[in-house]
């Protein structure tokens, strides 16, 4: 609707027919139709295991399909390896970054396609570094090609990716979940850049769970559930409401509402805590049943604070207290015997552990506490009796407690993991992006779930970069802004706006205490 | 000078090393005796420098050792058998390439882990190496072959000079020729290499073959001097080559090489090796030395980073508690 090189009446660029792909067991896509015009934006939405990801790899040549036929141009398109779908013109960029992360960044923009010396065989790096500046010029940003890609931050190296499909010329770039580790600042440059790839005619698919982007940016929106096809719509012709109706196939409603009350007894209390340049002087409490947010921009802190909390990083000046007692981890380990579950940002990396079951992977935080009195062996019947239970209150979706958590769909993984945080039965929770990669209706479930924890008593610190979610289910939300705390929201305070002004201006807003 | 420091750390315990030495032994210095050291850091730089791509691309392989003594075993037999000494040389280093083309398909087209895949070879050319000789030693008398290590062209010795011009090209090669970055790519995120069209398994299967010619010619070498070959050659040969990689600085799960490190650590270890030699030290005591210098550089190593990184990712403390 906003370009005007996109009339219906065009034949689609790309032209996905039919398309069925099978693996053992399981139609991840069944009979699905997509196309996709010159010079527009196509947002792809559909909850996790809709099908979204699988029709991202047949794009990429990364999975064949079983039926159904792609046309690229009116050509038939069949990649046989993703280097056949980079010399079509389709750069799809994975989730999971496909960077090398000791290479440089124009190493990484050019990788296997390197112009070199045909005497000497060297790289010629002075033309990959001025060319890989050239493409950060027309995204509009400024990254030092000779860095190494280590180096950079995630919405750098997210650039990264993008001027390496640039690189390729790809008519057709596609984004798989682009912001899900961006800060709401960098969401919105990455959004400018998907309107300058259009603008330069290129299309760009653009898949994502957050709907105030696919509005943001998109011409037109597929949605996929259970791996078909469910509509095609221009953005004028559709509201949020409705799609998130046909990506989970029932009316939900937009968030959970709060049910704990917090009570007066502090469970956690921060005074002048510093750790080295990364926190200076933070100060904070979190009370029984409450739910307390931190925000800000990506590097402002947040884990930082999570982990001074959790003993994995050492504070160097200030004093925290605990259940009313001095508290000075030395390490997680002590933490956890103090009474704190913590849940990693970082999903996979610090998560999952793929190989084992998912009662494993939920009962391996209080494995000590599961064995035998005499014999001091692992009781099987007590692992599986501590996995029933949280299955049960988290609405685990697994067919039994041996499946492989690998199998499991995001937010049926992120529910094991928050029952391997509450298993030691801590009194307070740390969540760091409880929401990260999890469907709409899981989200919903696991801010269903985190109501309930303080209902019965919990006290929550939640740190999430998902501003409705930060605003939506905390009853206060600290901000910080390098490291320090520049803002405490409560009340009628709790605003959108407040949070990025704390966050990215010089403005303090403190609301007045006691609310 | 604290850049160029970091870079080759090796340089100060090597000097270290030196200064003990050359107060505490009379021998040490001698013109004679520097050449004997440097020599036998050579004969371990040069498949090192192979070792090097191996490790660089986050792989390794046992197979060398074996590979030395079967390398060893073809050339002599072959000069026995009245084959001329190149071509004898060419078989050698074309058996020592066969293995390495074995462990590349092994470990690509049938999935198996280069650890147990390259175990398994070092078994199976050991028993090849032992079957072929039926045991016994291949002697030989050949002045040709005896050049490859005794020779001195311009007036050096012929494994110093091959040492440098590998040690330049292998520089050359990984940092700034487009193979060696996909060695580094491979190493870095195997993945994201295969995403990214680069031919993996021909980049793969190409290092293999690669450390197995390095490990014929080192078979040549030892042939060289010791003017035999039999199926006892070159055993643990393998750990010696990772060793001087490992200590050079090269990270061990890829992405990174040193190949300067790698040739500093050879002469490292051989100057301590000489050294125990000229202190009178048993060869058991050299071993154990050689383990414990091993573990001290990595300790150091692991130390440092971790000071210098700090906390600026998910400290590992976390990911332990966690998990």
Known sequence: ?515 | MSAALRKAPLVVPLLLVVLFLALRTDSFLSGGNIENVLVNAAIVAVPGLAMTFCLAMGEFDLSVGSTVSLAAVVCCSAIIDGVPVLLAMLLALLAGALIGLVNGMVVTKLGVTPFIATLATLVIVRGLALAYTDGHDQIVSSPALKYLVGGRPLGVPMPILLAVLATALAWWSINRTRFGRWVCAVGSNREAARVSGLPVDRIRIAIYVLVGTAGGFWGLLIASQLQKGNGQLGLGFELDAITVVVLGGTALLGGRASVLGTVLAAVLIETIRNGLNLLNTPPAYQRISVGLLLIAALALLGLRRRVTAGPATVPAAVKEAVV
Do not use: W
């Not at chain 1, 050239?134 to 940003?141: A, M, P």
């Not at chain 1, 190989?355 to 000590?368: A, P, Q, Y």
């Open chain 1, 1 to 515: 609707m906003t370009a005007d090189n996109t009339s219906p009446e065009d034949p689609p660029l790309l032209h996905v027919d039919r398309l069925t792909v099978e693996f053992p067991g399981v139609r991840a896509l069944d009979g699905v139709h997509f196309d996709v015009r010159g010079g527009e934006v196509h947002a792809l939405v559909g909850e996790n295991g809709a099908g979204k990801s699988t029709l991202l790899k047949v794009l990429g040549g990364l999975h064949r399909p079983s039926a159904g036929e792609v046309r690229l141009g009116g050509q038939p398109y069949r990649p046989r390896r993703p280097a056949d779908a980079l010399h079509a013109g389709i750069a799809v960029i994975y989730q999971e970054f496909n960077l090398y992360p000791d290479l440089t960044v124009a190493e990484n923009v050019y990788s296997g396609r390197e112009p070199y010396g045909r005497f000497s065989r060297g790289i010629r790096y002075a033309e990959i570094n001025r060319r890989s500046a050239e493409l950060f010029g027309i995204l509009g940003v400024h990254i030092d090609p000779a860095a190494t890609v280590d180096s950079l931050t995630v919405s750098e190296q997210q650039l990264v990716e993008i001027a390496k499909a640039l690189s390729v010329d790809g008519r057709i770039i596609v984004m798989d979940e682009p912001t899900a580790a961006l800060s709401a600042d960098e969401a919105t440059r990455l959004l400018d850049v998907v309107r300058r790839l259009r603008s330069e005619g290129r299309s760009v698919v653009y898949v994502s769970h957050r709907l105030d982007e696919v509005f943001a940016v998109a011409d037109r929106v597929t949605v996929l559930r259970d791996g078909r096809h469910v509509r095609t719509a221009a953005l004028a012709d559709t509201d949020p409401d409705e799609l998130v109706r046909l990506m989970v196939g029932r009316d939900i409603a937009a968030a959970a509402p709060r049910a704990g009350v917090a009570g007066d007894e502090v469970v956690l209390d921060l005074a002048g805590v510093s750790a080295g340049r990364q926190l200076r002087d933070v100060s904070l409490t979190v009370r029984a049943g409450e739910i307390v947010g931190i925000g800000g921009v990506a590097g402002a802190g947040q884990p930082e604070v999570s982990q001074v909390i959790f003993g994995a990083l050492p504070i160097t000046a200030g004093t925290m207290t605990f259940d009313g007692a001095p508290y000075r981890p030395g390490s997680p380990a002590d933490a956890m015997a103090a009474g704190i579950g913590f849940l990693h940002e970082d999903r996979k990396a610090a998560g999952l552990l793929p190989d084992l079951s998912v009662r494993d992977n939920l009962t391996i935080s209080v494995l000590g506490r599961l064995r035998h009195a005499l014999t001091r062996l692992l009781s099987p019947a007590a692992q599986a009796g501590v996995f029933a239970d949280y299955r049960n209150r988290l609405a685990i979706r697994t067919t039994g407690p041996d499946q492989l958590i690998g199998q499991l769909s995001g937010g049926n993984q992120q529910k094991v993991l928050l029952g391997r945080a509450l298993a030691p039965g801590g009194r307070l929770l740390i969540l760091n992006e409880p929401t990260r990669g999890v469907d709409i209706g899981a989200k919903f479930e696991i801010h269903q779930l985190i109501n309930e924890l303080t209902a019965d008593g919990a006290a929550v610190l939640m740190i999430s970069s998902d501003l409705p979610e930060l605003l939506g289910i905390s009853d206060r939300v600290y901000v910080l802004a390098g490291g320090q705390v520049v803002g405490h929201l409560t009340g009628a305070d709790l605003t959108e706006e407040n949070v990025i002004m704390c966050a990215t201006t010089e403005r303090r807003i403190f609301s007045p205490a006691g609310v």
